[in-house]
């Protein structure tokens, strides 16, 4: 079975700075998906960004942009000149592409604090 | 109404009390999800359906009941529920539930739920 890890509960960065949140999973498959989720004090999760595991290029998304290494099995998520509305839970998911169904495994999440 | 709408946003049950959850999403997918959300935990995906046709249920206590009417509607039906049955509960629409998994999972507000 698939397994998505976090391995920081909690992260804070100053306004307009750069930070960097760790992801890494565990999975025998050769192809699959990667997300990055954000889910602020509303409680809606909201899709940051997506990375297909046959794209060797990096994805982005504005200030959004990740760092994926399949053969570490890492795919970390780094928000540039963070901004206030940053502050949020993020998490870390898995979407396998060769079993059935949309089946999502989620890691424990990041508590991100962004400081005026 | 736009995406993925949930009531009631806030539910206080007793162990003996029957209440249903209610989603609705307005994005016209063909799947939609329940999850759960406990403190500290990684989100717990329960049910899905798939053009109203239950696909997945991972072992979930039968004193959780969904129901998919049609393919806009989900409804998490609950009975006698246990304290560590409070949560936050997500419902999730994507555009199919398909092998190769290229759907985003859009997600709603969440029903903040507290037994006593």
């Known amino acids: 079975a698939q397994t998505v890890t976090q391995s920081q509960p909690e992260m804070s960065v100053q306004e307009a700075e750069t930070v960097t949140l760790s992801c890494t999973y565990d999975?025998?498959?050769?192809?699959?998906?990667l997300f990055w989720y954000k889910q602020p004090p509303s409680r809606q999760m909201i899709l940051v960004i997506r990375?297909?595991?046959?794209?060797?290029q990096n994805a982005t998304e504005n200030r959004f942009s990740v760092n994926f290494q399949k053969a570490a099995k890492s795919f970390s998520l780094k928000i540039s000149d963070s901004q206030l509305g940053d502050a949020a839970m993020y998490f870390c998911?898995?979407?396998?592409?060769?079993?059935?169904?949309?089946?999502?495994?989620f890691g424990e999440g990041t508590q991100l604090t962004v400081n005026p | 109404e736009t995406g993925v709408t949930q009531t009631p946003r806030h539910l206080v049950m007793g162990m003996t009390n029957k209440k249903s959850l209610k989603c609705e999403q307005h994005?016209?997918?063909?799947?939609m999800y329940w999850y759960k959300q406990s403190a500290k935990k990684p989100l717990e995906l329960m049910f899905v359906?798939?053009?109203?046709?239950?696909?997945e249920n991972n072992s979930v206590p039968s004193r959780f009941s969904p129901e998919c009417p049609n393919s806009s509607h989900l409804f998490l039906h609950l009975h006698t529920l246990q304290p560590e049955d409070s949560a936050l509960y997500l419902c999730?629409?994507?555009?199919?539930?398909?092998?190769?998994?290229?759907?985003?999972?859009?997600f709603g507000p969440g029903t903040r739920l507290t037994v006593t």
């Open positions: 999730a629409s994507s555009q199919e539930y398909l092998a190769g998994g290229r759907y985003e999972q859009y």
């Open positions: 999975t025998s498959e050769s192809d699959y998906y």
């Open positions: 990375q297909e595991a046959y794209k060797q």
């Open positions: 998911a898995y979407r396998s592409s060769e079993t059935s169904g949309s089946r999502l495994t």
């Open positions: 994005l016209g997918h063909n799947a």
């Open positions: 359906y798939s053009l109203e046709e239950r696909v």
